[in-house]
C-alpha cells in the first residue's frame, strides 16, 4: 500500500494569510502518462468531503483560484493564498495510483 | 442538480450483515465509477471500495476483501454496499462519491477526482 503523510496535523492561520500543507507518499505518484495521481479534498464541519485539486494540480470546478496544488512524484503542496474564514476543515490528499489511500488529514482553524 | 444520497445505515450486531445503498439524481450512473468512503468516528477518511462503469469490476480495499461486496444497478440508477462479518471496527459514516469524468475511470488510470459525494449513511456495530 502506498502511506500518504501530511504535515502539519493542524494549522491555525490569520484571516488573509497564507497556509500550505505537505503531502508525501511513499511511493512516486506519477505514472507513466504524466499524470500525477492526487487528490485534495477538505471536509468542512459536519459536511461531507469536497474535491478541491486533482492530478495534482487541477483546480475542481467551483474551487476559488485562491487554491493551488503542486507538486510531483513524491512530494505535494497544497497552497491557500488567502485564508478566509470558510475555509475551516480538514484538509486531506489522497493517493490514486494504486488502490487509493487518504493522509491523515490537515485542520486548518481561524487564529 | 448532479446527487447521491447513502441510506441504509443503522446499528447492527457483531458477525451479523448489512446492505447500504446510494441513489444517484441528475446524472446516469451506468456512466461513472463510483467509490465508497467511511469515517470512523472521530478519524480520518478511508477508502473502501469501487464500482468501475461499463462492467469494468470491482475494486476493493485489503481490509475488506472477502466481507463487503460493491454492486451497482445501473437501471435503478443505485449503488450498493453488501457488509457481511461486521465487526466494531467497520463503525463509521459510508460516503459515496462519484468520479468526475464519465468512462473507463480509475481501472485505466482515466481518473479525475471524485466530485460529488453523498451526505453519508451511519453504521454503528455494537452488541
Known amino acids: 500500500d502506498i502511506v500518504m503523510t501530511q504535515s502539519p496535523l493542524s494549522l491555525a492561520v490569520t484571516p488573509g494569510e497564507p497556509a500550505s500543507i505537505s503531502c508525501r507518499s511513499s511511493?512516486?505518484?506519477?505514472?507513466?502518462?504524466?499524470?500525477?495521481?492526487l487528490d485534495w479534498y477538505v471536509q468542512k464541519p459536519g459536511q461531507a468531503p469536497q474535491l478541491l485539486i486533482y492530478l495534482g494540480s487541477s483546480r475542481a470546478s467551483g474551487v476559488p483560484d485562491r487554491f493551488s496544488g503542486s507538486g510531483s512524484g513524491t512530494d505535494f503542496t497544497l497552497k491557500i493564498d488567502r485564508v478566509e474564514a470558510e475555509d475551516v476543515g480538514v484538509y486531506y490528499c489522497?493517493?490514486?495510483?494504486?488502490?487509493?489511500?487518504f493522509g491523515g488529514g490537515t485542520k486548518v482553524e481561524i487564529k | 442538480q448532479l446527487q447521491l444520497m447513502e441510506s441504509g445505515g443503522g446499528v447492527v450486531q457483531p458477525g451479523t450483515s448489512l446492505r447500504v445503498s446510494c441513489a444517484a439524481s441528475?446524472?446516469?450512473?451506468?456512466?461513472?465509477?463510483i467509490h465508497w468512503v467511511r469515517q470512523a468516528p472521530g478519524k480520518g477518511l478511508e477508502w473502501v471500495a469501487l464500482t468501475s462503469a461499463f462492467g469494468n469490476g470491482e475494486t476493493y480495499a485489503d481490509f475488506v476483501k472477502g466481507r463487503f461486496t460493491i454492486s451497482r444497478d445501473d437501471s435503478r440508477s443505485t449503488v450498493y454496499l453488501q457488509m457481511n462479518s461486521l465487526t466494531g471496527e467497520d463503525t463509521a459514516v459510508y460516503y459515496c462519491?462519484?468520479?468526475?469524468?464519465?468512462?473507463?475511470?480509475?481501472?485505466?488510470?482515466?481518473?479525475?477526482?471524485?466530485?460529488?459525494w453523498g451526505q453519508g449513511t451511519t453504521v454503528t456495530v455494537s452488541s
Open positions: 441528475g446524472f446516469s450512473l451506468k456512466n461513472f465509477g
Open positions: 511511493q512516486s505518484l506519477l505514472y507513466s502518462n504524466g499524470h500525477n495521481y
Open positions: 462519491a462519484k468520479e468526475r469524468i464519465m468512462g473507463l475511470g480509475w481501472n485505466y488510470y482515466n481518473y479525475y477526482g471524485m466530485d460529488v
Open positions: 489522497m493517493q490514486a495510483l494504486q488502490i487509493p489511500t
